[in-house]
């Protein structure tokens, strides 16, 4: 199904959000003033213990819902950074039929989610990797707990588990079709080795082939500075490219950047979801008027100011996934009767959901599918060129 181009709808909204008008609290970055809000706990700290029944409290008013992600070890900032997004979530919305748990994964994936089943977890928000969600889905799927995971690895989707991390699928195809759109016919592509520069490099194909362009020559590289710019070298000898793809960091771009556009006329420099972790990435004058693609920025200030009045630091731009996580858990949990089997049904629902990163609705694959904008690199960071649909038809 298309999406929509942004204009207003006279239609019933895409977001069904039931009266909590989570999204309006999200753009706002604020919750009403007239009178305090309600403080909902903390996530409980991750207990500690060894296999067998649940000795967390007996929740009679709400579902337990466990939040999986790594609080120790290398990921923690982003762990924590996702898990304190969460209970953000929890807040502004008052969700009072949840109860969240976080059970950090750096203690082995299979033992946490096993103990998360033990204490009567009916839904499983995270894992953050891959690896940890191959190892927790087929646990949960057992139990009939449904595992809504951070990770974008597509690979991971399907039978009771559900991706939300943005892939290199749809970013690269949204940016390549706003490339054809404004002319871009001969496309190129350098990717990196490995499992990512194979993703990349299989969506790059399907990508031109969907919109009606010329794949003139791709090229794989180890990620070194001279192997990348030899990758260019090569490339350039396959013939000339309206439009180039750096499936990696603007780190890798800035690299590749000399050699892409030593030939004349010089090509448009295009990048993946990995350029909008960047907060500056014209700060090289040779990136900018690159174009890349990703989930709208319009909500993330809001969210940012939350978080960072609530933590007294500034999120990771992938803590918004927590905060999403949890909006769609309430919206739904609105029709999740206490003690019983979450209702997975309405993840499918096809009108979608929104939050912090826009609008997004999960596939019968379990990969969700985003509404996208096209940012152009600019002196002072990036500027929409093309703005995300509002929704789905």
Sequence with gaps: MALQPHRPQARRSLLKLGGLLLLAVAAAGCVPRSRPAPTPPEPEPEPTRPEGPSRLPADETRNRVAVLVPLSGGNAALGRSILNAANLA??????????????????????????????????????????????????????????????????????????????????????????????????????PTGVYGQRTGQALTRAVEAAGGNLVGMQSYDRTPGNLRAAATRLNAQGRHDAVLVADSVQAALQAMPVVRATSPQPRLLGTELWATETNPGANVGLRGAWFAAPSDANFGAFRTRYRARYGVNPFRLASLGYDAVLLTVRIAANWPIGRRFPD???????????????????????????????????TGASTVSPAPRGFN
Excluded: K
């Excluded at 009939?144 to 399907?158: K, M, Y």
């Excluded at 939050?355 to 990969?367: K, T």
């Design 90 to 191: 929890l807040l502004d919305t008052g969700g009072q039929r949840i109860r969240i748990t976080a059970y950090d994964t750096t203690r082995g994936a299979a033992v946490v989610a096993n103990e998360a089943l033990a204490d009567g977890n009916g839904l499983f928000l995270g894992p953050l990797l891959a690896e940890d969600v191959r190892v927790v889905a087929p646990l949960a799927r057992r139990a009939d707990v449904p595992v809504v995971a951070f990770s974008n690895d597509v690979s991971v989707a399907g039978d009771g588990a559900f991706v939300m991390g943005v892939n290199p699928d749809q970013t690269i195809g949204r940016v390549v079709a706003f490339a054809r759109s404004r002319g871009a016919q001969r496309f190129g592509g350098l990717v």
């Design 345 to 379: 049904r309405a993840l499918r629902d096809s009108e979608g959901f929104a939050g912090v990163d826009g609008a997004f609705r999960f596939g019968r694959d379990g990969v969700a599918e985003r509404a996208l904008e096209v940012r152009e690199v600019t002196a």
